[in-house]
């Protein structure tokens, strides 16, 4: 069965950091581009970063040059580093497996449960 | 960026009408549109992906139309268990993905 299971959410405060990490079963991690997509309380859903098959990693303004994705392909998972965070940050992440058709990717096929971090002194 | 916009934000409606939810986009995306449920406490599940494409399992009342700017989802007959929010996203190899605000499909 295809999963994806998040963890490592929390209460962090403003300027700390946290690693959220995704545990994928049913599929290699390392065959497929995967995401991190938020979604602050009430509010709508935000694309946050990915990573593609090859390695290459791209992230949203918002958090460009505060967080880091990476992924382990012997552990078949996906990690977020969420450095000096804001209190804009607070939001469920969902950990997303990218679908794949027609010549393209970009969409999300498989999404995990969420982990809410909380950013807040 | 390319601004995904959806409307109306809200839709009142009843078990057994036909809705339809309209998305823009804010320059072209030709067909590669996606369309989400979300419902209360729960991730987001792919309903349809470019534009019209049903993802398996998802119910044929759903279905998908438009290419360029304009694009709907629409509910051919609407059940109880379709009272939740409606998300479109584009994506496009040049773009980051991003997505509409949402639709509360609502009694």
């Known amino acids: 069965e295809v999963q994806v299971v998040e963890s490592g959410g929390g209460l962090v405060q403003p300027g700390g950091s946290l690693r959220l990490s995704c545990a994928a079963s049913g599929f290699f991690v390392s065959d497929k581009y995967m995401s991190w997509v938020r979604q602050a309380p009430g509010k709508g859903l935000e694309w946050v970063s990915v990573i593609h098959s090859g390695g290459t990693t791209k992230y949203a303004d918002s958090v460009k040059g505060r967080f880091i994705i990476s992924r382990d392909n012997s552990e078949n998972r996906l990690y977020l580093q969420m450095n000096s965070l804001r209190d804009e940050d607070t939001a469920v992440y969902y950990c997303?497996?990218?679908?794949?058709?027609?010549?393209?990717?970009?969409?999300?096929?498989?999404w995990g449960q969420g982990t809410l971090v909380t950013v807040s002194s | 960026d390319i601004q995904m916009t959806q409307s109306p934000s809200t839709l009142s409606a009843s078990v057994g009408d036909r809705v339809t939810i309209t998305c823009r986009a804010s320059q072209s995306i030709s067909t590669w549109l996606v369309w989400y449920q979300q419902k209360p406490g729960k991730a987001p599940k792919l309903l349809i992906y470019?534009?019209?494409i049903l993802e398996s399992g998802v119910p044929s009342r759903f279905s998908g139309s438009g290419s360029g700017t304009e694009f709907t989802l629409t509910i051919s007959s609407l059940q109880p268990d379709d009272f939740a929010t409606y998300y479109c996203q584009q994506y496009n190899y040049y773009s980051p993905r991003t997505f509409g605000q949402g639709t509360k499909v609502v009694i």
């Open positions: 470019k534009t019209s």
């Open positions: 997303a497996r990218e679908g794949y058709s027609y010549g393209l990717t970009g969409y999300f096929d498989q």
